[in-house]
């Protein structure tokens, strides 16, 4: 495996110190008793967002299955019976439908994810159609597709994408135990291709792997010292699907994802930070506390690449009953 690269900002207007994070600051962090974590968290996420309104994605899988990899939480690895059929690229039409029905129910963004170790070019022609006919809605638009080549992120540039989503997963230290068919530096090197071209990046990582808590504080430490640290940040708690790996891991204590959002938010203070895999285990009071914690993003829809999410009118009821309120990025800025 290749030697693993930490990034580190040569500036970085994100701390009041400009200075990067690093692991001992970060697991202090999550050491802080709970009441005073969120207290902090909060604090950081009044500056700068407001607090009731949270921004609405949703991720339709327009490939599924058969994929290169051995990432050891995913079902559609090729290394890994765990039932699911391999499928092509979805048609357009199909997109477009989905995405419509999108943003009649209040999502700003559409995810597209495609289950390749990376894309061929023929692939970003057809992907390059989509995002057009998306864009055209008035949508936001998101593709995590796998490891980039030179001159590929440019191609998802010139055809209107917004975002590309490419998540760490974990720690540097934690990653081998994880994942052994691409490395952390093959991560890295896509995150700088698609920031290097103008895009925005969405980056996150999945916490419940059993990993450490300091585990989790180094992946922390890997994103907020990203420069700059991503726009969209999705946390991931695990789906254990059976036929994986991880199928059996011990769950993690829903207080500790709490404190992950908490933490999130107080290193990067201006990332949307996303509910993303495993909502649809959240009870709703841990989900009102992932709010409260900076959470202001949460991917919303029926189904959330190949596992079940919360149905839109669930979500919308409880948001009404927190008092939220769905909003684009745009508006979730706040004033002082």
């Given at each position: 495996?290749?030697?693993?690269?930490?990034?580190?900002?040569?500036?970085?207007?994100?701390r009041?110190?400009?200075?990067?994070?690093?692991?001992?600051?970060?697991?202090?962090?999550?050491?802080?008793?709970?009441?005073?974590?969120?207290?902090?968290?909060?604090?950081?996420?009044?500056?700068?967002?407001?607090?009731?309104?949270?921004?609405?994605?949703?991720?339709?899988?327009?490939?599924?299955?058969?994929?290169?990899?051995?990432?050891?939480?995913?079902?559609q690895?090729?290394?890994?019976?765990?039932?699911?059929?391999?499928?092509?690229?979805?048609?357009?039409?199909?997109?477009?439908?989905?995405?419509?029905?999108?943003?009649?129910n209040?999502?700003?963004?559409?995810?597209?994810?495609?289950?390749?170790?990376s894309?061929?070019?023929?692939?970003?022609?057809?992907?390059?159609?989509?995002?057009?006919?998306?864009?055209?809605m008035?949508?936001?638009?998101?593709?995590?597709?796998?490891?980039?080549?030179?001159?590929?992120?440019?191609?998802?540039?010139?055809?209107?994408?917004?975002?590309?989503?490419?998540?760490?997963?974990?720690?540097?230290?934690?990653?081998?135990?994880?994942?052994?068919?691409?490395?952390?530096?093959?991560?890295?090197?896509?995150?700088?291709?698609?920031?290097?071209?103008?895009?925005k990046?969405?980056?996150?990582?999945?916490?419940?792997?059993?990993?450490?808590?300091?585990?989790?504080?180094?992946?922390?430490?890997?994103?907020?010292?990203?420069?700059?640290?991503?726009?969209?940040?999705?946390?991931?708690?695990?789906?254990?699907?059976?036929g994986?790996?991880?199928?059996?891991?011990?769950?993690?204590?829903?207080?500790?994802?709490?404190r992950?959002?908490?933490?999130?938010?107080?290193?990067?203070?201006?990332?949307?930070?996303?509910?993303?895999?495993?909502?649809e285990?959240?009870?709703?009071t841990?989900?009102?506390?992932?709010?409260?914690?900076?959470?202001?993003?949460?991917?919303?829809?029926?189904?959330?690449?190949?596992?079940?999410?919360?149905?839109?009118?669930?979500?919308?009821?409880?948001?009404?009953?927190?008092?939220?309120?769905?909003?684009?990025?745009?508006g979730?800025?706040?004033?002082?």
């Amino acid at each position: 495996m290749n030697q693993i690269q930490t990034l580190t900002p040569t500036t970085d207007e994100h701390r009041r110190n400009s200075k990067a994070w690093t692991v001992d600051e970060v697991a202090a962090l999550f050491e802080l008793p709970f009441n005073d974590l969120m207290f902090r968290a909060q604090q950081t996420h009044r500056e700068r967002f407001d607090a009731n309104a949270v921004q609405l994605s949703t991720l339709l899988s327009i490939k599924t299955g058969g994929c290169e990899e051995d990432c050891a939480y995913c079902p559609q690895s090729a290394h890994f019976d765990t039932g699911l059929k391999a499928d092509k690229l979805i048609p357009l039409q199909e997109v477009v439908e989905a995405a419509r029905a999108a943003k009649a129910n209040g999502a700003t963004r559409f995810c597209m994810g495609a289950a390749w170790r990376s894309p061929k070019d023929r692939h970003l022609e057809a992907i390059g159609e989509m995002v057009r006919e998306v864009k055209a809605m008035g949508l936001e638009t998101c593709l995590t597709a796998g490891m980039l080549a030179d001159g590929q992120a440019e191609q998802l540039r010139d055809a209107g994408l917004d975002y590309y989503n490419h998540n760490l997963d974990t720690a540097p230290e934690f990653y081998g135990q994880i994942i052994t068919t691409r490395t952390y530096q093959d991560r890295l090197d896509t995150l700088d291709r698609v920031r290097t071209v103008g895009l925005k990046v969405c980056s996150g990582g999945i916490v419940g792997m059993g990993e450490t808590r300091r585990q989790r504080a180094g992946l922390i430490v890997q994103l907020a010292n990203l420069d700059p640290y991503p726009e969209s940040v999705p946390i991931n708690n695990l789906v254990q699907v059976e036929g994986t790996p991880l199928a059996g891991t011990a769950e993690l204590d829903p207080l500790e994802f709490i404190r992950t959002i908490a933490v999130a938010r107080i290193t990067m203070p201006r990332a949307m930070v996303r509910l993303s895999a495993g909502r649809e285990q959240m009870p709703e009071t841990m989900q009102a506390l992932c709010f409260l914690a900076g959470a202001n993003s949460m991917f919303y829809g029926d189904k959330l690449l190949t596992t079940s999410n919360p149905q839109a009118e669930a979500d919308r009821a409880l948001l009404r009953r927190l008092g939220m309120r769905c909003s684009t990025e745009a508006g979730l800025a706040s004033t002082h």
